[in-house]
């Protein structure tokens, strides 16, 4: 799936490259020409093959309208350029020459291994509900003791996240996902093993720790190793592979033991251990700890025996040159006047992708339908289920062509109008008017909201976290970003049912008011990384 996906982005790419080429051969004379791409071919997001051959068109058509035109003069030639397009773009010649020798098979299989941190993450969370019931039966645990066995699993995550920043820079991002794995693949072992509470909960602990450094490591490794144009859509497949992995651990839930359940758990770990023998490490952190020659051997993998990475590689250890008088980062100094915007910027995304309600509307959904006036909580559940996989594709599809702001500003858009609907249901209830369409309404907001955090505010926040912290803070700064989101996720989980017991419909009305605002720090506050190299992201943040 992942590996379908990394390439459709890429092969957008490579029709754009490819149009460039062809285009750059018309104008051998000029250093610079201008490429206009019309944007009013109708696409559709359903048919990534549909996309391609459209894509297609496009470059022959334009191609042969540059070749009828060459014998024109400037003027004329630049007129059905400037009628049938709004966007222009100015592309060098050597950087044209250089980019359409990039081959990106070596670093769409590296995402592809390093996801598999993404999935175990999705199993672990998506595990103790389909389980529930059975291991209370199994081991006779009263339902304080399997709280406890539901909820350490986010103490884990916790301290996985504090201590994450420091693992990945200390022993690298390859070395971070080793040690992680062999956490989960102990955490998973125990809880099969288990015969009593105590072991349970041991294991359970140990793969929150194992899922709470792949929930830094993950992103971070993708956005060093991808190139720029790709970067957005690639991490983007780290919140889609935690989808899938929790709807699949859901789904086989239902139909294996709890014990058998967890032995599923170690599949992707030990692909992820076998994968890394086979990928580098990410150049950045390797050019960091200053081991030159292994960093521009690990950026020649990534990037293709053919490729000029010289560019690349220059800005790389200027950037790196620059930091080294920068003494090892404490957590005072991200307070810095440096740093203070990145870390608003990142704790901000987090803070608000959490306040907004998703773990609570996530975790309890069933019971939010029941309460809405559904006679039975499974379809809305299972629609839910469903939803979340495709929109989290289309939001990775989008996340290199429309940029990080506008998919934020949607993506919050949304779950303010679905928050504002389910409270309105619930409003609706209470008053016991229109109480055919409560249910309807209801189950509309939810599905409206979790389609449009899907799309957006599921995956951005996590983006941008592994890209806008120069490389010498990241591990503290990705390490309290982290934490803040586990934070809030427990929060908020914990509270919902308190909040439901007081008012519903203050509930959700609560949520959207988060979005709203949500919204609007976006929009005065976070910046665009679409198509700039994580150096120049810093540059400009500095600036």
Not at 24 to 40: M, R, T
Not at 176 to 190: D, N, P, T, V, Y
Not at 205 to 224: D, N, Q, R
Not at 269 to 282: D, K, Q, R, T, W
Request: proline letters at 3%; one cysteine or more.
């Amino acid at each position: 799936m992942c590996i379908y996906i990394a390439k459709t982005l890429h092969r957008f790419h490579s029709f754009y490259q490819y149009f460039h080429h062809l285009s750059l051969a018309s104008f051998k004379p000029s250093i610079n020409f201008i490429l206009c791409i019309s944007i009013f071919t109708p696409l559709s997001l359903s048919s990534p093959l549909s996309l391609s051959h459209t894509f297609t068109e496009m470059a022959i058509t334009n191609t042969r309208d540059i070749e009828n035109c060459a014998s024109k003069g400037p003027q004329d030639l630049e007129e059905p350029f400037i009628e049938h397009t709004n966007k222009v773009v100015v592309i060098s010649e050597d950087e044209e020459t250089s980019e359409t020798n990039v081959s990106v098979g070596m670093v769409l299989f590296s995402t592809c291994v390093a996801v598999c941190g993404s999935f175990e993450f999705g199993s672990c969370v998506g595990y103790s509900a389909p389980a529930q019931s059975a291991i209370r039966e199994d081991l006779n645990l009263t339902l304080a003791q399997y709280s406890m066995f539901g909820s350490i699993v986010t103490i884990g995550a916790m301290i996985g996240a504090i201590t994450s920043g420091r693992i990945a820079d200390s022993i690298g991002r390859k070395g971070a996902m080793r040690m992680s794995a062999a956490f989960c693949i102990a955490g998973w072992l125990a809880v099969y093993l288990s015969m009593e509470a105590l072991l349970l909960d041991i294991g359970r602990f140990l793969t929150g720790y194992g899922i709470g450094v792949f929930s830094f490591v993950v992103p971070v490794f993708i956005a060093e190793i991808a190139p720029k144009n790709l970067r957005g859509g690639l991490t983007t497949l780290n919140q889609l592979m935690i989808v899938i992995g929790a709807s699949l651990a859901f789904l086989m839930g239902t139909m294996l033991s709890w014990r058998n359940l967890a032995i599923t758990g170690l599949v992707p770990c030990i692909a992820l251990l076998v994968g890394l023998f086979f990928i580098p490490e990410s150049p950045r952190w390797l050019a960091k700890v200053g081991l030159e020659k292994e960093f521009e051997v690990a950026l020649r993998r990534l990037r293709g025996k053919d490729a000029d990475v010289s560019a690349e590689a220059a800005e790389i250890k200027a950037y790196i040159e620059s930091l080294k008088d920068q003494s090892d980062a404490k957590i005072l100094d991200l307070f810095d006047s440096k740093y203070i915007r990145s870390v608003t910027i990142a704790v901000g995304l987090m803070v608000f992708q959490q306040i907004g309600g998703i773990n609570g509307v996530g975790f309890y959904a069933s019971e939010t339908f029941v309460a809405a006036g559904m006679s039975s909580g499974n379809t809305g559940t299972i629609a839910y289920a469903l939803i979340q996989v495709p929109i989290t594709i289309v939001g990775a599809l989008l996340m290199d062509r429309s940029g990080r702001r506008p998919l934020l500003m949607v993506s919050a858009t949304g779950t303010f109008l679905g928050s504002f609907l389910t409270g309105t249901a619930f409003l609706l209830e209470g008053q016991t008017l229109l109480l055919d369409w409560v249910p309807t309404l209801a189950v509309s907001g939810v599905l409206i909201y979790i389609a449009s955090f899907s799309i957006g505010m599921g995956a951005v926040p996590w983006v941008i976290m592994s890209e806008i912290f120069p490389i010498h803070i990241k591990g503290i700064a990705g390490s309290l970003v982290v934490l803040v989101n586990w934070l809030g996720a427990w929060a908020v989980s914990y509270t919902f049912n308190f909040l439901m017991s007081w008012s519903s419909t203050g509930t959700f009305f609560v949520f959207s008011g988060s979005c709203a605002l949500t919204v609007l720090f976006v929009a005065k506050v976070v910046p665009e990384t679409k198509g700039k190299t994580l150096e120049e992201i810093q540059s400009s943040i500095n600036s």
